[in-house]
Each structure stands twice: as C-alpha cells, then as structure tokens.
C-alpha cells in the first residue's frame, strides 16, 4: 500500500474531518443548542430538530442528483464551505450574546447557522466521503482502505464528542470557533489536494495526484492539460 500514500493521507483526511466539522455534536446536540438559543417549550425544541431532518434530506437529495453533473470535488468544497461560515456564524452568535440570552437577532442567526450546518454536511461529507474513499484505491486493497478509514473515523468520532463536552463549559462558542478553524484549513487542503474521483480509473487518480503532489499545480492546471494533451493526440490521428 506504501504506492497509495497520497491516497491514504487523503483518506484519513475525509474520515477525520467528517466528524471535526463539528457536524455529529450540532445533530446529536440540536435540542440542547436550541434550548440555549431560546427554544423553551419542548415542541419548539422537537420542531426544529425535525427542520434539521428536512434540511439534510432535501440537500442529500440534491447532492444525489447532480453529483455526475458538478463532480465530487466541487459538491465537497462548496458544502464544506457553507460548514465553515454557518459555524463562524453560530460560534459568533454564542460569543456575543451569550447562551442563554440571545436577542431576536441572534436566535435566528444561530437558528440558521444550525440549519447550514446540518445541510453543508449532506451537501458534501455526508454523501460523498464514503464514495471517494472506494474510489481512491484499485480493487486489490479497496477493502483494505475502507476498513482503515472506517477505524479512524471512529476513533475521530469519539475524540470529537470529548472535545465538545470538555469545551462547553467555557462556552459553546469555544468549540464551535474550534471546528470552524478546523474546516477553513481544511477546505484549504482540500482544494489543494483532494481530486475529483468520478469517471477516473485508480491509475488515472493516481497519476494526476502524483503529478499534482509533485509539481505543486493544482488539479485544474494538470485537467486543462490533460484535456489539452488528449485533444492534441485526437487532432494528430485525424492527420494521420
């Protein structure tokens, strides 16, 4: 497997930060945190966690269909981008306000920012962490690979749990601020190194990984010209 270090690294990058975007405590958390934001009754509390729901299924839904037309890589950066404001944002609405006297304004904000986390996640980790991973590796270590970063997203997951319960108690805007921080250099890493993986071979992910790895391009640059290469060999066969 040491030929598919690159793939590796990247693969324990998606199974990390799939639970260090701070998702798994804002769903598991949703009616403490909407409890704090000012959510009193129960059936307040119960019908925005079930808005959750209808925003994850709504965005996953959308993520299915155009996930051939906008690639991975594309749905992967913008959903981890609205991850990143919606958590400065909510981070932001707790530090200010405090968490349990927001004013009107802020309860929205932070009422939003919970919504934009919960959909950036289907957007991008959610549906597409698992896919890429399989698509990384040939067949020969696929199972391998997988059972590896399914290791490590667990151990990722339980670590997470244990920052956000240790971190509220100096306020929920400190872990949030954290998994805000974590996700900015994350989106940096990930369009720095992570490919688009739909309608490649392992060989070809590989190769333009290495290519990309090595000469510090980025992955547009070596796609326009690949494109270019491969127009260039079609033109001199229509010659020939």
């Known amino acids: 497997m040491r030929k598919y270090f690159r793939q590796i690294i990247i693969a324990v990058f998606l199974s990390v930060m799939q639970h260090f975007c701070g998702h798994p405590n804002v769903l598991n958390f949703a009616p403490e945190i909407f409890a704090q934001i000012g959510f009193d009754s129960e059936d307040g509390r119960l019908i925005s966690t079930i808005f959750v729901g209808v925003v994850k299924f709504a965005t996953v839904c959308y993520a299915i269909k155009k996930v051939e037309v906008l690639g991975r890589r594309s749905l992967l950066l913008t959903g981890m981008s609205i991850i990143a404001i919606s958590l400065c944002t909510l981070s932001l609405a707790y530090f200010l306000e405090g968490d349990n006297q927001m004013s009107l304004f802020g309860k929205i904000i932070a009422t939003l920012s919970v919504f934009g986390v919960a959909g950036g996640y289907s957007l991008s980790f959610g549906p597409l962490v698992w896919l890429m991973v399989s698509e990384l590796f040939p067949s020969s270590i696929r199972g391998r690979a997988l059972g590896l970063s399914t290791i490590i997203s667990y151990a990722a997951a ?12 100096k306020g929920l805007y400190v872990p949030f601020s954290m998994y805000s921080v974590l996700t900015i250099v994350s989106i940096v890493f990930a369009k720095k190194y992570v490919p688009d993986t739909g309608d490649k071979s392992s060989e070809e992910i590989h190769h333009e990984l ?8 980025s992955f547009e640059n070596i796609s326009r010209q690949a494109s270019a290469t491969i127009l260039q060999v079609n033109e001199d066969r229509e010659i020939i």
């Open 158 to 169: 339980s670590l997470v749990s244990l920052t956000f319960l240790t971190g509220q108690d």
């Open 210 to 217: 290495k290519a990309v790895w090595q000469s510090g391009r």
